[in-house]
């Protein structure tokens, strides 16, 4: 087992802001089914040994076809045996190589889900599922997206990340709080439009693709993270998504003003306080029992979506 895997420092499976940004995309993504059967799209996801949102999307969504790419190959074993279910196609090896050697005839949707920064090799991956896949897919990213303690070096280290993906409108400060998760949108961004303008050279226009934003989550669970995502579809299928209604959604997002997932600090006494009232517009007790306004009014917003974890021996 590698001492530098990720998963091996952090339960993904226990980041507040991470498990509501996860139903929050699930909620939109239903939306999906009134363009097509989402029974018939495919998964493909970094499963982790947690692989919470392969059981999210399995159970909310009835996707059955599911691949995890998987780059800690000395632990194989220890992936299989966490594995939920047996429809769950594990891929080992970097994410690169997998993407390329699966079919891509199948509407899917994928989510890159990286615990490192924005880099060439992640645009790579950006680039060749822009060029592959077919009409209907979605395509989500998550990168870390926290500035360099030491200011002096932010944009050095940007610059060896991107090479010339960087933009020249960065700098040392412009990178700090949220500038380098903006900084990566607008980098990400470009390469889309790189990737979709090469695919859809000499075609006629009924048959060239577009991509729509979705999602754009900032949140931290520790270090500052980015979520972008969106739907890539060919014109002639615009009509069919554009009745999906993607925007009812208070957390869709489809510029660069990024939705900002800020959890609360709550007890469980708090929030089933909290719960007793909703859906409202005003709680009642919250100076006597000394619950912040502030957050009940973000828990409100949340609380559909908000994980419950608790010791069962609590």
Not at 82 to 98: C, M, Q, T
Not at 117 to 138: C, F, I, T
Not at 211 to 229: P, V
Not at 281 to 306: H, K, N, S
């Amino acid at each position: 087992m590698s001492n530098d895997a990720s998963y091996t420092k952090i339960n993904y499976s226990l980041r507040p802001a991470k498990a509501i940004e996860r139903k929050m995309m699930v909620e939109l993504l239903r939306r999906l089914d009134r363009s097509a059967s989402l029974a018939h799209y495919r998964y493909v996801g970094f499963g982790s040994p947690y692989f919470a949102d392969f059981a999210l999307l399995h159970r909310s969504l009835g996707i059955r076809e599911m691949v995890s790419i998987e780059h800690e190959i000395d632990d194989e074993a220890r992936f299989r045996f966490n594995a939920p279910f047996a429809s769950i196609d594990l891929k080992f090896g970097e994410s690169g190589e997998v993407l390329a050697e699966l079919s891509w005839t199948q509407r899917s949707i994928v989510w890159l889900d990286y615990d490192g920064r924005l880099d060439a090799a992640k645009l790579e991956d950006l680039d060749y599922l822009m060029r592959n896949v077919p009409s209907g897919s979605v395509v989500v990213l998550s990168v870390n997206a926290h500035p360099h303690t030491d200011i002096e070096k932010r944009l050095q280290r940007a610059r060896a990340d991107l090479d010339s993906a960087l933009p020249r409108t960065a700098s040392n400060e412009s990178l700090g709080g949220w500038g380098t998760a903006e900084m990566y949108r607008e980098v990400v961004n470009e390469q889309i439009q790189i990737s979709l303008g090469e695919r859809n050279a000499g075609q006629p226009a009924a048959a060239q693709f577009a991509y729509r934003q979705l999602f754009n989550f900032q949140y931290s669970d520790g270090a500052r993270m980015l979520t972008l995502g969106g739907l890539v579809h060919d014109a002639g299928q615009q009509a069919h998504f554009n009745g999906c209604g993607f925007d009812e959604f208070d957390f869709f997002r489809d510029a660069d003003d990024a939705y900002t997932i800020e959890v609360p600090k709550l007890t469980l006494k708090e929030m089933r306080h909290l719960d007793a009232q909703l859906p409202g517009d005003t709680f009642a007790d919250l100076e006597e029992v000394g619950i912040p306004v502030a957050d009940a009014a973000t828990y409100a917003e949340l609380y559909r979506f908000f994980p419950k974890f608790v010791d069962i021996e609590a």
